[in-house]
């Protein structure tokens, strides 16, 4: 009887972190989908005619991991997307469009001594992410991802983002 | 009311010809409009909505990429105050609802029993990859109230032409058909007047101005010819009158005396008999002698005679009395308003006296009498023939007399006249049954012994008087 409980405790023991892992995949799945359709629905200024490939970039290999799966084979203005994962610095973010800094790795971004980043869309998920340097931040409302956007500070990254998309954000300009 | 609707003048005819020109015209391009409108209003709604869900669709797309319910929502609740849509639902691309949001007092069990709905349903799509439908579903009240509003504006449109028209067919009829009616009334006018001198004035130098011309042309020629037979029937009349004339004076008069014949003598008898409280003398004079005069010295004399005794006669009597000649040498005359023997008297005897003044014939002298006989209406007869027949009788009895005189009829005569025919027909009777008998008596000599001859007796054996003998 005891060995049985015992069993049993230890299958939900490993069953809880296994499914864990599974919810945080699928968040980073539907956070990398809304960082694809962010992508769909701005314009980078300075968009490089020899430019070959779209690329998404974040410091987390977990995230990249998630995201290159789940865009494999999509297309953001005819380009494929590559997932990287870079450094935070400003040599290797120079390859990016778009910058994610999860939450784990949101004291590399504190730390990273980056000045203002052109043409790169960064988006976290952290409180008070914007302030910190982001231009768009995730949050939960309701069991759902939705997100904040700083239009002021995505055109001063000079990228424009869609009306579309702005109105289903909270926007948080001062 | 009949006759108000009846075709019955050309003004009429004319005011229905416009009219349902005018009708048709109106009937068959508001029936091409009608229909037009009715297509126009199916394809406006369905371009609309497409529109509508065109513009729509953009946002929504980012809406359900971004999976933001709420924002579906508010897209699409402004829809919904479109009249004429009843709900707007937006499904992913496996047709799973997102959202559906449906119209006041509608339900998907409304949806589900109404099959006359139009369904407009666009794919939300980006980057030519498709995410979902947005589908709108309205009913056809857009149409209704568009079709409703098309009725009103096309029966206004209707009675406005109708109206229109009416007035001006009727200034058309009025501007148009004046010459024509002023043709008509001219020609009725000559129909009922018989006044072809009457002219129809030329209002237009059109055909119908042409017609008014040709009509007075015509009016000429039948005045003209009017006028022609006219004196054509007037000599004809005339014509016509002279013959009745002679024809009346060959039926009426004597050609050789120029008096009055037998015929106009018995109807002018007749006709005196049919007056009440009539009273006249007849005369009848039979010439003595005249014979002897007309196998002596022929028969011209004779005619020349009896003209002369015409003459005569008609200056013994008044002019309004009547003088006729009966034929032969016998004359008639009606002295009128006498009854008595003495007035009479005087007349016949200033007849007499006349006759038997000398009458010279181509210088022979000759002289005749006349035989004359009385009587008197109503005393003698109360008709022509008793009158004739007495008159007669009372001419024979002054013939037997000796001639030269006159005589009155009276009863007397008559009886004696009718024993007299009675005796001429029983002796043909008699001569038919051999009642005659012949006796021989002798005749003597002086010496009453020698008979040298004998004279024949013939003697009636009457059956009822016996054996009779004069």
Known sequence: ?174 | MKNIFSLDTISKKLLFILMSVALVSTVTVTLVFSAYELTSAKREQVQSLQSLSDMLSPNITAAVLFDDQETIKELIKPVLLRADILSVSVTNIENQVLVQLFAKNVSQDNLNNNTDLNNISTLLSLDNQGYGYLTIIADNSYIEDRIAFYIKFLLFLLLSTFAVSLFLSLFLQRKFLSPILYLADTADKITTSHDYSLRAKQHSKDEIGQLATCFNSMLDTIEQRESVLESQVKSRTEALENANIQLHEFAYQDGLTDLPNRRYFYKKLQSMLDVDDMHFALIFIDLDGFKEINDTLGHDHGDLLLHQVAKRLRNCVRGNDTVARLGGDEFTLIIEGINDVERASEIAEKIKQSLMQCISINGAQVYVTGSIGLTFYPADGRSVEDLVRHADQAMYLSKSKGRNRYEFFSYIIEEQAIEKRKIIEEIRVALREDQFVLYYQPIFDLDGINVSKAEALIRWLHPQRGLIGY
Request: with cysteine; charged share 20%.
């Open chain 1, 1 to 174: 009887m005891i060995k049985k409980w015992l069993l049993g405790l230890l299958i939900s023991l490993w069953l809880i972190p296994s499914q864990s892992v599974q919810a945080i995949e699928t968040e980073n799945a539907l956070k990398a989908g809304f960082l694809f359709n962010f992508a769909r629905y701005s314009e980078w200024s300075r968009a490089q005619d020899t430019q070959t490939e779209f690329v998404l970039c974040s410091p987390d290999k977990h995230f990249i991991d998630v995201a290159s799966a789940v865009l494999a084979k999509r297309m953001v203005n005819h380009l494929p997307i590559h997932s990287i994962i870079v450094s935070l610095t400003e040599t290797d973010l120079s390859q990016c469009q778009v910058l994610f800094i999860t939450s784990d790795t949101l004291s590399l971004w504190q730390s990273a001594e980056l000045t203002q980043l052109n043409n790169i869309m960064v988006v976290g998920e952290t409180e008070d992410f914007i302030e910190q340097g982001g231009h768009i931040r995730f949050f939960l409302s309701s069991g759902k991802i939705r997100f904040e956007v700083s239009p002021t500070k995505l055109t001063q990254a000079n990228i424009n983002m869609s009306s579309k998309v702005l109105r289903l954000g909270r926007v948080v300009d001062n």
